[in-house]
C-alpha cells in the first residue's frame, strides 16, 4: 500500500502576527512554524494504516509556497513520526499562489509518485481555504472524501469506508481506491516523534521536486497561473470595548437579559 | 449580462438557510450591475422546492432531479452544477459555505479552472464582474481581501449567518428548467451509504443563531445539563471549548475554535471558557459574545460585549430562571 501525505508548514497557532508594511503578506520573521495540525492527523493515519497492514510506504509531500518558507523542518518532523519518504516541490514558480495553483502542482508531482491513498489535511490553518485537497483529486481524477474523523481501508477489497462531519450529523461514505481523504480532529491522536525517530530522520535524503522536472508551464503556476490575488491583508476592526456587569449574581442575571432583550433585541 | 448563478442547497428536502443567505446576497450583488440571479436546485423530488427560491429572489430556476442525486456526491452535483454553468455562462457561482458548500465550490473551481472565495464574510462585484471578497485567515487573526484575476465563473462560498437571505415574497411566473445532466456513473466515485444525526445536540452549532457554550470550568460532563437548560430556554445550540471536548465531555462534533467549528451567531455565551487564542478562532465573529467566568483576568473577557465576573453555577441557572420568566410575560 502505497500512502502519500501533503503537509504544509503554518505559524504556530498561538502565534502574534503582523502585517508587512505593503500589506500582502505577514511578517515571517520570529515565528515559529508547525506542520498544519490537521496534517498531522493526516500523518499519523498514515502510520497507522501501514502499521495495521504490516507493509506500505508512507511519503510526505510539501510544496514550498513562499521564498521564506523552510518546509523542510516539517518534512523532518513528519520522517521523525515514522515516515519513509519526504519529497519537497521547491521552485520560484511555485510561489505566492493560490489553491488552484498549489493543486496543479502537487497534483502533478503525486501523478508521478504514484499511490493507492492520498491523505491532505482538511484545512490549512494559515489561509483556512480548506481546498487544496479537494481541488488535488479534481485534477487527478479520482474520488475524495473530505473532513473524515473516522477512516476503515481495506486493503485486499481496494476501498474505504470514511465518516465524514456535516452539519447535524456524519455521512458515512465509501469509495474505491484509489482515493484521497482530508482528515478531521477526531479521527487519531497524533503521536510525538521519538528521539531515535529524530536522529533517524535527520539521516534521511529528501527529494527535491522543480518546476521543470514536473513538466509543467512555470505561467501557469504561482503568483503567476493564480486565479486569486490577496489584495491586502489587514488586522481586523477591534472588538468594541465590551462591559462588565457589576452587582451579585441574581443582579447580574437581571440586568444581563434585560440588556439582550432590550439593547440587543436578542431574546 | 452575464448572470450570477446560486446552488441553493437542500437536505432531506429542507432548503439550507445558507442557500438562501446566498441567493439573498447574489442578488444584492446582481442589483448593481442589472443582472439575472439564477438558483440551482439538485436532489431527488425537489421541485417543491423551487416556489421558494423564487419566493427568495431567484429569477430563474435550473433545476436537476435524479435518484442518485438524493445524497450529496462530489462527483455528481459538480457534473450538474458544471453543466448549469457551461449552459449559462455565469460571472459566479455563488453558494453558502457548509459542509457541502465548500466541498463542491472546491471541486467546481477546479473544473472551471476558476477562482475560488473560499469563506467570505463580505463580497463585493466590481462593474466588469470581478469578485472582491473579504476572508478571515490565520484563525480569525488577520482578514484578506482577495481579489479574483478573471470575472468568469468565480466560485464563492458565503460564511453562513453573515449574509441575510430576502425577506420573501409572493412571486409568479419564475420559469423552472430541468437540465438533464450526463451523469457519468461508470467513473470512480463516492457513495454515500447512510446519514446519522447526531444523537446529542439537535442544533447544528454552525446554523445556530445563539450558542451557549461549555468548557473546562464545568467540571464535569453532567453539569451541561445548565447549559442545556439555559440554551433550550433561548433556542440556542450547545458548544465547547477544546478543554471539554478532548476530557470527553462533549462529542467533537460540538467544538468550538481552531480545530472544531467556526461560528458566527448572534449571540455567544461562554460559560467557564479562558478564551484561548485557538477557542476565539472559531467564535470572535460571534455579533454579541457574553462572557461569565470567575477569574476576571480571563483573556475572554478582552473580547466580551458583556462581562459576568462570578461562579458559573450560581449565574447560569439564574439566568436561565430570567430568561423563562421574560419569555412568558413576553406571551401574555
Ligand atoms: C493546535 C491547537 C488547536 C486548538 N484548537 C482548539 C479549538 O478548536 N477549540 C478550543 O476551545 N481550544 C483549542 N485549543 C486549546 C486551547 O489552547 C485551550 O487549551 C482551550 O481552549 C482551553 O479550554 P477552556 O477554556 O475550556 O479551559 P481553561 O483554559 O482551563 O479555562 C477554564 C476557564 O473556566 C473558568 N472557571 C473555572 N471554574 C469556573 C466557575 N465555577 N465559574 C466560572 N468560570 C469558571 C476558569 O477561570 C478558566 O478561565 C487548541 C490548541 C492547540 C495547540
Ligand atoms: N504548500 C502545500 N504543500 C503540501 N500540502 C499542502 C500545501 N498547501 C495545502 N496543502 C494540503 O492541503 C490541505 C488543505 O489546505 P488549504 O486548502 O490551503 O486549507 C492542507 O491541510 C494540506 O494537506
Known amino acids: ?267 | 449580462m452575464n448572470p450570477i448563478l446560486v446552488f441553493c442547497e437542500q437536505r432531506d428536502g429542507h432548503l439550507k438557510k445558507a442557500g438562501l443567505e446566498a441567493l439573498g446576497e447574489g442578488c444584492r450583488l446582481a442589483g448593481k450591475g442589472g443582472r439575472e440571479v439564477i438558483a440551482v436546485l439538485i436532489g431527488s423530488s425537489v421541485d417543491s422546492l423551487a416556489a421558494d427560491l423564487a419566493a427568495h429572489g431567484a429569477s430563474r430556476i435550473l433545476l436537476m432531479e435524479d435518484e442518485v442525486l438524493d445524497h450529496y456526491s462530489p462527483e455528481l452535483y459538480t457534473s450538474g452544477l458544471a453543466e448549469a454553468a457551461t449552459r449559462v455562462r455565469p460571472v459566479a457561482v455563488l453558494m453558502g459555505a457548509t459542509a457541502m458548500g465548500k466541498d463542491l465550490a472546491a471541486k467546481l473551481a477546479a473544473r472551471l479552472e476558476s477562482a475560488l472565495l473560499q469563506d467570505c464574510v463580505a463580497l463585493e462585484i466590481e462593474p466588469n464582474g470581478t469578485l472582491v471578497g473579504t476572508r478571515l485567515l490565520y484563525g480569525g487573526k488577520l482578514r484578506a481581501i482577495v481579489r479574483a484575476t478573471h470575472p468568469i465563473s468565480q466560485v464563492a462560498t458565503l460564511r453562513p449567518n453573515v449574509f441575510s437571505p430576502l425577506e420573501p415574497r409572493a412571486v409568479s411566473g419564475v420559469p423552472v428548467e430541468r437540465l438533464s445532466v450526463r451523469l457519468d456513473r461508470t467513473r470512480p466515485m463516492t457513495r454515500v451509504r447512510e446519514v446519522r444525526g447526531a444523537a446529542e445536540d439537535k442544533r447544528e452549532l454552525t446554523e445556530a443563531p445563539i450558542i451557549v457554550a461549555g468548557g473546562r470550568g464545568l467540571r464535569g460532563p453532567e453539569h451541561f445539563k445548565l447549559l442545556e437548560e439555559l440554551a433550550k430556554a433561548l433556542g440556542a445550540a450547545v458548544g465547547a471549548s477544546r478543554a471539554a471536548v478532548d476530557a470527553g465531555w462533549k462529542p467533537h462534533a460540538s467544538q468550538v475554535g481552531l480545530t472544531g467549528k467556526t461560528v458566527s451567531p448572534q449571540l455567544y455565551i461562554a460559560c467557564g471558557i479562558s478564551g484561548a487564542i485557538q477557542h476565539q478562532a472559531g467564535m470572535s465573529s460571534a455579533r454579541v459574545i457574553v462572557a461569565i467566568n470567575n477569574n476576571p483576568n480571563a483573556p475572554i473577557f478582552n473580547l466580551a460585549t458583556y462581562g459576568i465576573v462570578g461562579d458559573l453555577f450560581e449565574v447560569v441557572p439564574l439566568l436561565t430562571e430570567e430568561v423563562k420568566r421574560l419569555k412568558q410575560e413576553d406571551r401574555k
Do not use: W
Not at chain 1, 509518485?113 to 481555504?129: M, R, T
Open chain 1, 1 to 267: 500500500m502505497k500512502l502519500i501525505v501533503c503537509v504544509k508548514q503554518v505559524p504556530a497557532t498561538e502565534s502574534m502576527l503582523a502585517v508587512r508594511p505593503d500589506g500582502t503578506d505577514i511578517e515571517r520573521s520570529g515565528l515559529t512554524f508547525i506542520v498544519n495540525p490537521y496534517d498531522e492527523f493526516a500523518v499519523e493515519e498514515a502510520l497507522r494504516i501501514r502499521e495495521r497492514i504490516g507493509t506500505g510506504e508512507v511519503t510526505v509531500v510539501t510544496l514550498r509556497s513562499h521564498a521564506a518558507q523552510k518546509p523542510e523542518a516539517a518534512l523532518r518532523t513528519c520522517l521523525a513520526m515514522g515516515a519513509d519518504r519526504a519529497v519537497l516541490l521547491s521552485d520560484p514558480a511555485f510561489e505566492d499562489g493560490d489553491s488552484f495553483t498549489t493543486a496543479l502542482a502537487l497534483a502533478a508531482a503525486l501523478r508521478r509518485l504514484s499511490f493507492d491513498l492520498l491523505l491532505f489535511g482538511k484545512q490549512a490553518v494559515d489561509d483556512d481555504e480548506g481546498a487544496v485537497g479537494v481541488q488535488v483529486a479534481e485534477l487527478l481524477g479520482i474520488p475524495h472524501v473530505a473532513v473524515v474523523n473516522r477512516l476503515e481501508v481495506d486493503a485486499k477489497a481496494r476501498n474505504l469506508v470514511a465518516h465524514r462531519q456535516i452539519e447535524g450529523g456524519i455521512e458515512v461514505v465509501e469509495a474505491p481506491l484509489p482515493v484521497l481523504v482530508t482528515c478531521q480532529k477526531g479521527l487519531n491522536e497524533p503521536r510525538y516523534p521519538s528521539l531515535p525517530g529524530i536522529m533517524k530522520a535527520k539521516q534521511k535524503p529528501l527529494e527535491v521536486l522543480a518546476c521543470h522536472t514536473l513538466g509543467l508551464a512555470p505561467d501557469t503556476l504561482g503568483a503567476a497561473g493564480a486565479k486569486l490575488r490577496v489584495v491586502r491583508l489587514e488586522l481586523p476592526p477591534p472588538r468594541p470595548p465590551g462591559r462588565l456587569i457589576p452587582g451579585d449574581a441574581e443582579t447580574q442575571a437581571k440586568e444581563l437579559v434585560r440588556l439582550l432583550h432590550e439593547k440587543e433585541k436578542l431574546i
